[in-house]
T-cell receptor, first 115, second 114 residues
Framework: AQTVTQSQPEMSVQEAETVTLSCTYD???????LFWYKQPPSRQMILVIR??????QNATENRFSVNFQKAAKSFSLKISDSQLGDTAMYFC????????????FGQGTRLTINP | DAGVIQSPRHEVTEMGQEVTLRCKPI?????LFWYRQTMMRGLELLIY????????DSGMPEDRFSAKMPNASFSTLKIQPSEPRDSAVYFC????????????FGSGTQLSVL
């Protein structure tokens, strides 16, 4: 079975700072995807970034980037130039590349961006 | 497309009552997932369907929970009888099986059982 662990229940930074959210996972699979989802107070689940395990290059989406360390089973999210709108719960998630897109989620990190 | 549509957005009911949550997936998607979110357990997969057939219901917590997908455009999650510990946000999500595209989530139903 796959497990995803987010060790930081809460984080808080000042606007414009850079913040890194941690995620580790456990799996015996070799082909999978990793995701970061954002859940603002509106409750909507918003995909932030996706990483294919077979790609060595770290994924980036504007101010969001990941540090994917496959051997260490680590997948951290870096948010640069943080904005007030980045305030949300952030979930790390894992999905095997086969058939149904079953997501296994971490417990989440509550991120607050302070003005 | 309007995305995944869930109803109601909020549901308040009394213990022992039957609760039905509804979901309309994105047109053309053939996989549908029901997730539950609580503070204690986070996001848990309850059940998922492929082509309207339940594939894995191992996450359904008890026999009080049941889910159906009578056609490609509609699914229900029913709790009968409801209990206070069922209070949670229930999400429906859909995707195209095997496409490795992202999962599309609905806005969730906030259920409160008093």
């Amino acid at each position: 079975a796959q497990t995803v662990t987010q060790s930081q229940p809460e984080m808080s930074v000042q606007e414009a700072e850079t913040v890194t959210l941690s995620c580790t996972y456990d799996t015996s699979e070799n082909n999978y995807y990793l995701f970061w989802y954002k859940q603002p107070p509106s409750r909507q689940m918003i995909l932030v970034i996706r990483q294919e395990a077979y790609k060595q290059q770290n994924a980036t989406e504007n101010r969001f980037s990941v540090n994917f360390q496959k051997a260490a089973k680590s997948f951290s999210l870096k948010i640069s130039d943080s904005q007030l709108g980045d305030t949300a719960m952030y979930f790390c998630a894992f999905m095997i590349i086969q058939g149904a897109q079953k997501l296994v989620f971490g417990q989440g990190t509550r991120l607050t961006i302070n003005p | 497309d309007a995305g995944v549509i869930q109803s109601p957005r909020h549901e308040v009911t009394e213990m022992g009552q039957e609760v039905t949550l509804r979901c309309k997936p994105i047109s053309g998607h053939n996989s549908l997932f029901w997730y539950r979110q609580t503070m204690m357990r986070g996001l848990e997969l309850l059940i998922y369907f492929n082509n309207n057939v339940p594939i894995d219901d191992s996450g359904m917590p008890e026999d009080r929970f049941s889910a159906k997908m009578p056609n490609a455009s509609f699914s229900t999650l029913k709790i009968q009888p409801s209990e206070p510990r069922d209070s949670a946000v229930y999400f429906c999500a859909s995707s195209l099986w095997g496409s490795n595209e992202k999962l599309f989530f609905g806005s969730g139903t906030q259920l409160s059982v008093l």
